[in-house]
């Protein structure tokens, strides 16, 4: 049997936010500043709802010099009540 997910939420929102992931073994860093999410109309009625992210990225692998990256998307997601379309 397959289970769906009925989902609706007005908005979800991360403003100045910082996230961190390191993995030690293969010596590789990558930290998200000055994090920004927006989403709104969040559902999964195959209805699209648009996601904006903007992001400083600092990517570090190995021995290699850390790279600087600014991140910026603007875009519109559409997900099923079963979670198997993300389109």
Known sequence: STSSL??????????????????????SRIELNDLDLQLSDVNTKNQVFPLQFAALANIQSGGDPAMSVKLDLANKLQIDENLDALK
């Open 6 to 27: 009925d989902l609706n939420i007005n908005k979800i929102s991360l403003s100045n936010s910082h996230l961190l992931y390191q993995d030690e073994s293969a010596k």
